[in-house]
């Protein structure tokens, strides 16, 4: 089954780290994205530019609308992503519990629909 | 068959089939099928073949294993009749029966594993508390929803919804059937403990109405409990089972004929029932000379500490509070704090307690915790401050939905009113 990751982090103490404990958090997801390379379980992720640089649109009867900022404000921010392939939830979640971020945010895991295509 | 008698024996015998056996029979068919609901519309179906079969037939010589192949086997059956109207039946229907041929009959061997496997899926982390609950009294214990309802004094339609939604839960994440891995078994088996722990507290202390024990709940707890221990004997798991036997042997001491609560001290204690002190105590032994104590193992061992006590005045409370030193660090929570606080109470004096007791109030995590405010008005009335007894147990009073517990209150306030008048005299 394929998972997505989402990572939830507080942006300002990610923000407020020393430059030697951010090298630290770096390198930490260098190794765990490595890890899950290696696995196979592994098939995308990617880190989000900070929340002020978000966008929401929405259409409604035809008028389309822009505002900054995300659609909910949380005191953790979507921070980034893993898409993963991994067996059962329980294997996802072993591999969720690796992703660094997990000591100092929370990581939402949650399965890809798949949709019945037609023969 | 001629005989009307020989039906009527085999038909009972079928009962007594379904009794005994009809939770292990679904859970091996949850693995073979991969789904509850399929498992238990093949299991309904094997048991109806086996009223019809077994009377003409005679008893198969292996009941179960006969009823897990009858189920499976109907259920490809009837996937492959609707597979007429959804074509992706007919894979699935081809790939249970590829399976089938794989393993034959020989599937006894994983019987217990596959309970195993049914009560960690019922009770997993990623499935609300709830759930957890009616999805584990449904399929594990066999109750039916009208049952849990009642016990939980909720509708069946809102237990109903909750197992569906659970059971839908399960097969979107992908909630596997399986026992999990030796690193996360720990974390995991507390689930399934907090799960039991949850139905007996709910069948012991009922949190709300007027009975204060359901005693079928705590019953099936302690069932729950035996199973566990029988599969998988881990210290907590058996630490609970022994905390959970040994609350149980007070039951009928700790209420009156006219159903009003009697506390611990007060309790007539040759109405404890001794077989369940004797095995309770002896799960204690057990779990405590394991690798490492837990909260269960040790809240048991306090407890079998007030069971080793024949009258309330013999009981070791530097024992107790030796105990609850170790159960703070084990489970640093406000409740096991104040019970450590009434034990304190007991061993160097009432004000010692209270001193203990208003400084967790202070922090004001129990301030609406009922029993954290009778047990202070408790300590106030002994060292003779009557008004701040008396407001205690007002405020225990209004947090209180438990009648009987109501009532004892109640008395309390009266008899204190009683004292101060006559003090006055």
Known sequence: ?119 | MGSGEAVEQVRAAVDAVYRADSRRVLATLIRLLGDFDRAEEAMHEAFAAAVEQWPRDGMPANPRAWLVSTGRFKSITTMRKRARFDASLNELAERLEAAARETGGHDEDSVDDDRLRLIFTCCHPALTPDARIALTLREVCGLTTEEIASAFFTSPSTVAQRIVRAKAKIRDAGIPYQVPALADLAERLDSVLHVVYLVFNEGYFASSGESLTRHDLSGEAIRLGRLLIELLPEPEAIGLLALMLLHESRRAARTSADGELILLADQDRSRWNGDQIAEGSALVERALTMRRLGPYTLQAAIAAVHAGAAVAAATDWPQIVALYDILVRADPAPIVELNRAAAVAMRDGPLAGLTLIDAILARGELADYGHAHSARADLCRRLGRTDEARASYRRALALTRQEPERRFLERRLQELAFHSRGAGH
């Open chain 1, 1 to 119: 089954m394929k998972y997505l990751c989402l990572i939830y982090d507080e942006e300002q103490k990610m923000a407020g780290m020393s430059k030697s404990d951010g090298d630290a958090f770096m390198a930490e997801y260098g190794a765990f994205t490595a890890s899950v390379k290696s696995s196979g379980h592994y098939l995308g992720g990617e880190a989000l530019q900070p929340v002020q640089t978000a966008t929401t649109i929405r259409s409604r009867n035809g008028k389309v609308s822009t505002t900054d900022g995300p659609f909910a404000e949380t005191k953790e921010q979507l921070g980034g992503f893993y898409l993963i392939e991994a067996k059962d939830l329980n294997d996802a979640i072993q591999v969720a519990s690796r992703i660094p971020s997990v000591k100092t945010g929370s990581i939402e895991v949650r399965p890809i629909m798949v949709f019945n295509r037609p023969a």
